[in-house]
Nanobody
């Protein structure tokens, strides 16, 4: 099993940047596909970004391409979502998730593919 703890969410002005981190427990972190999802009030949870176990492959939702960058450090059991040019529409609770089933561009965006979830961190972007 793996436990995930997100951090870095806060209130930021539009156009600003945030760096979300997800710290994972367990010795097998490097085998997990890691993803970020978000859920805004009254909306369904949606895919943001995912990264393969090696970091060699990434996938992004269209609405964050060019603004968000996902990276991982397997030695530190950490994934980092760098978010730039933030918009009020990016306001949501952001969740880190781990998938133990291997990388696939088709499954990476699917909520159902992920086995473990963190508790989330709130990001609020003011206009």
């Amino acid at each position: 099993q793996v436990q995930l703890v997100e951090s870095g969410g806060r209130l930021v002005q539009a156009g600003g940047s945030l760096r979300l981190s997800c710290a994972a427990s367990g010795r097998t972190f490097s085998r997990y596909v890691m993803g970020w999802f978000r859920q805004a009030p009254g909306k369904e949870r949606e895919f943001v970004a995912a990264i393969s176990w090696s970091g060699g492959a990434t996938s992004y939702a269209d609405f964050v391409k060019g603004r968000f960058t996902l990276s991982r450090d397997n030695a530190k059991n950490t994934v980092v979502l760098q978010m730039n040019s933030l918009k009020p529409a990016d306001t949501a609770v952001y969740y880190c998730a781990a998938d133990d089933n291997g990388w696939s561009f088709s499954t990476a965006p699917r909520i159902s593919a992920y086995d473990y979830w963190g508790q989330g961190t709130q990001v609020t972007v003011s206009s």
